[in-house]
């Protein structure tokens, strides 16, 4: 199996935005911000669809990628949201 390294790095910053997107949905919703949620919506539902074709397509290898960048996308968002709320100097681990 040879790894497409251009691939995996596309995939995994396309997650990385994805689950950044989708983590500030749900922010959006709670605050009940319907355009924008709504526009979010669609930016993950792009994302992820075409991610899903690239793994039916070529590899389930491609999951690396894809989770690694969802992890990162979450906690970058989360520790986003902290510093938000708490101030600049808050530790976010």
Known sequence: MGINWLQWTGLFVAY???????TRNVTTIQQLKSIQSANLSVGTTI??????????TDSLWNLVP?????????????????KLKNGKNTRIY
């Not at 990385?16 to 989708?22: A, T």
């Not at 994302?47 to 039916?56: D, E, N, Q, R, S």
């Not at 894809?66 to 902290?82: F, K, M, N, Q, R």
């Open 16 to 22: 990385v935005i994805l689950d950044f997107l989708n």
């Open 47 to 56: 994302i992820a669809t075409l991610g899903t074709y690239v793994c039916v």
């Open 66 to 82: 894809i989770s690694l960048g969802v992890w990162v996308g979450s906690y970058v968002a989360v520790a986003w949201e902290i």
